[in-house]
Every structure is written in C-alpha cells, then in structure tokens.
C-alpha cells in the first residue's frame, strides 16, 4: 500500500516533535537496512527521551539496591534475608521489586548459588556459606518503568577457579558492551561475549539468554549471548535491553528444577556466574549508556 506519511506531524515516538525533525531519518536507516535483510525493531521497542529517563530513575533504585545488599552479603546470611533487604530497600526507595508475584514468582530477588544457573528462590534454610559464588538479579518497577541488573558476589575466601569465573562473567559482558554500536547487531554482541568466554575457557548457556526492558519487564527482542556476528536483530538508538549472559565452568547445557518451576542448574553440576547490565543504544560515539548495573 502507499501511503505518504505528513513530516510536519507528531513522530511516533512520542516526542512532541515532528516526525521530519525526530525520526525521519531513522526510518530510513532501519528501511535501509531492512532492505539489506536484516531484523530491525519495531518502533514500539524504541524508547523516547522522557521514557529513557524513566528508565534510567528506576535504574537508579536498583543500582542503590544492589549497592545497599553488597553491604550486608556475608558468611551466613540467608537468602531470606537477602530478599527482605531487597524488599525494603527498593519500598523505601520508592520502588517496587519487579519479580514479587511476576508469572508467580513468590520473592522479591533471585539469589543463584555455585551451580545454579539463575531463578533462585530465597528462603530461610538456605545460607551463603564461605566459598560460596552468589548472583544477586534485582529488578524495578518505578512509576512505570522497568531496569534489571545483576551482581556476582564471592562469600569469604573462595577458591581460584570460582573467582577466576566470576571475573570472566563479569568481562563477558565487557566484551559484549564493547559492541553495542547504533545500527550493528545484537548478533554482533552476543559473538563477542561468547568468543570471550570460549576463550577463557567456560561455555555460555544458550538455553537462557536477555530480553527488551523498560517499559514492560520482559520485552522484545529475546537475546541470545551465542550467535554469529552480523546476525539476530539491529541495534538502533532507543532500544534498551539486558546483557546478561550465564557463563558455565563446565558445558552449556541446563536444567530447570520441576518442584519450584523456576530455578535452573548446570547439566553437569558445574558453578556458574552471571552478571547483569541494562544498556540503551544511543546514537553518540559510545554507542550505549549503562542504565542499572
Ligand atoms: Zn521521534
């Protein structure tokens, strides 16, 4: 069908500008590269100005979370606790913890322990005990807008090749950062994280992989940290989603716990580490902004 669209008129976006002056060329960008065979976004994936800084102020909750809990994880402490610090802090705060009562998940925290992949459950029977390798994932919900981010901690004294994990994970998702460029692909991206990680020696789970957030906790596109450069959806400006692959000391492979229908384990028993960032795509040299971490 033709149609003419009026450049005078409002942009999609939501902006308040005129489309000729905001996205007109975008659109054409993401035609072009459409054209070329590439996946582009849908225009409801890109973020405006007022909602970015939406983002990045419930950001800001969960980053001061998980500042918060890093003060208090310890040798000994239960996940239990961990949640209620989440809890409150996030409340106190002025926002709500995304995962309470999310498709039924009954905490406010997943606290992911040695070989457990991601999803864990708090509770009052489990401690964090000295070598311990803990993921800490919180997320926020505030006036609306949705960030997520996560931390690896180390409880005590923990063995060389526990650390020697978690400090990979944490440069994975360096790696993957380091091409998060307008217009290059999430393919782009999840090659660098994996090709890091092979290299270092551990395996990236593909079974699990990051998602659009912002203004719905999970959003399009899903995003995978095993793909080939060049390939998956492009990144254009505006678009905000996690970087957080699940790197495993031993093979990729992993398991979902039947009883709780949500923690999930490396096949093989191996640890496994995760950090977690939300980035955005900007269209300046950089190429991204860090939203929570
Ligand atoms: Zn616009």
């Not at 180390?154 to 217009?183: F, H, T, Y």
Request: net charge negative.
């Amino acid at each position: 069908m033709l149609y003419r669209i009026n450049r005078k008129a409002a942009c999609w976006c939501g902006s308040g500008k005129s489309y000729q002056e905001c996205h007109a060329g975008f659109d054409k960008k993401l035609q072009e590269m459409k054209r070329k065979g590439y996946l582009i976004p849908k225009h409801k994936l890109i973020k405006n100005e007022k909602q970015l800084a939406g983002i990045r102020e419930s950001g800001k909750i969960n980053i001061a979370v998980l500042d918060y809990v890093s003060e208090h994880v310890r040798p000994g402490i239960t996940t239990e606790e961990i949640d209620r610090l989440v809890y409150e802090k996030t409340k106190q705060l002025g926002g709500i913890p995304a995962p309470l009562n999310y498709e039924g998940f009954p905490k406010s925290v997943c606290v992911s322990i040695n070989n457990e992949v991601c999803h864990g459950i708090p509770c009052q029977e489990r401690v964090l005990e000295e070598g311990d390798i803990a993921n800490i994932d919180v997320s926020t919900i505030y006036k609306g807008y949705f960030s997520d981010s996560s931390r690896m901690f180390c409880i005590g004294q923990v063995s060389d090749e526990r650390r020697a994990l978690v400090e990979a994970a944490k440069n994975a998702v360096m790696a993957g950062l380091s091409q998060v460029k307008p217009w290059w692909t999430l393919g782009d991206m999840g090659a660098a994280v994996n090709a890091y990680a092979q290299a270092a020696g551990y395996s990236v789970v593909y079974a699990v992989g990051g998602h659009g957030v912002g203004l719905q906790f999970h959003e399009e596109p899903y995003v995978s940290y095993v793909t080939d450069p060049d390939t998956e959806m492009v990144m254009a400006p505006g678009m905000v989603f996690t970087i957080e692959p699940m790197i495993n000391a031993g093979a990729p492979d992993v398991w979902i716990d039947d009883d709780n229908g949500w923690t999930i384990y490396t096949e093989d028993d191996s640890d496994s580490a995760q950090w977690e960032v939300t980035v955005a795509v900007t269209d300046n040299e950089k190429g991204y902004e860090i939203l929570a971490y």
